[in-house]
């Protein structure tokens, strides 16, 4: 079975520092790979998504990700952290392509302090 | 374009009472799925709706049903609630599912069983 591992519950980061958000994934076929971010009281929204085209995905407000099979890593990175960033962040898995069900990590929340 | 609506947004039970939630897709999706998110299991899968069939189930017990309608509406219905039942539950529409079609989340229906 799918699954993904996102490295550390919580990461504080300073206002203009670089975001890191580490995720992991187990999978014996290419997978499909996601980030979502969750505000307070909010549902999730969609940063970003591999699928199976450019290693480095560009997605909404600054974020990218670059997919790394050898190291199976799917990392979440943003140059300068906005005071606005602060939320939670899910990394996701497709158990394959004719489906929308997704397997989340954990979740890492990210605080930014001024 | 309206966004995925859900309701209620907040909802209180009693144990043993059952609930329906209810889910209207953005116009035009025809894929629906639902999503429980608690503290301590995090978001875990629970339904995926297409055209009125139930393509996946997760792994949860089966006081959890559900249903999509003609229209695309959703609802899911838990029974002899459990007060480990206390969790958020969000709906997410996409247009004809698959991992190439953007999933849209709801704001969530927030379930406290008492």
């Known amino acids: 079975a799918q699954s993904v591992t996102q490295l550390g519950s919580h990461v504080s980061v300073s206002e203009g520092a670089l975001v890191l958000l580490r995720c992991n994934y187990s999978s014996s076929v290419p997978p499909y790979l996601f980030w979502y971010v969750q505000y307070p009281n909010q549902g999730l929204q969609l940063l970003l998504k591999y699928t199976s085209a450019a290693t480095l995905v560009k997605g909404i407000n600054g974020f990218e990700a670059e997919f790394k099979k050898s190291e199976t890593s799917f990392h979440l990175t943003k140059p300068s952290a906005h005071m606005s960033d602060a939320a939670e962040y899910f990394c996701?898995?497709?158990?394959?392509?004719?489906?929308?069900?997704?397997?989340f990590g954990t979740g890492t929340r990210l605080q930014v302090f001024p | 374009k309206a966004g995925v609506t859900q309701t209620p947004r907040y909802l209180i039970k009693t144990r043993g009472q059952q609930v329906t939630l209810s889910c209207s897709p953005i116009?035009?999706?025809?894929?629906v799925s639902w999503y429980q998110q608690t503290p301590g299991q995090g978001l875990q899968f629970l339904f995926e709706?297409?055209?009125?069939?139930?393509?996946n189930k997760g792994n949860f017990p089966g006081r959890f049903s559900g249903r999509q309608f003609s229209n695309s509406r959703s609802e899911m219905n838990v029974s002899t609630l459990e007060l480990g039942d206390s969790a958020l539950y969000l709906c997410?529409?996409?247009?004809?599912?698959?991992?190439?079609?953007?999933?849209?989340f709801g704001p969530g229906t927030r379930l406290t069983v008492l």
């Open positions: 996701a898995v497709s158990e394959r392509e004719g489906t929308d069900k997704l397997i």
């Open positions: 709706y297409f055209s009125e069939t139930q393509r």
């Open positions: 116009s035009g999706h025809r894929s």
């Open positions: 997410a529409s996409s247009q004809t599912s698959g991992v190439h079609n953007e999933q849209f």
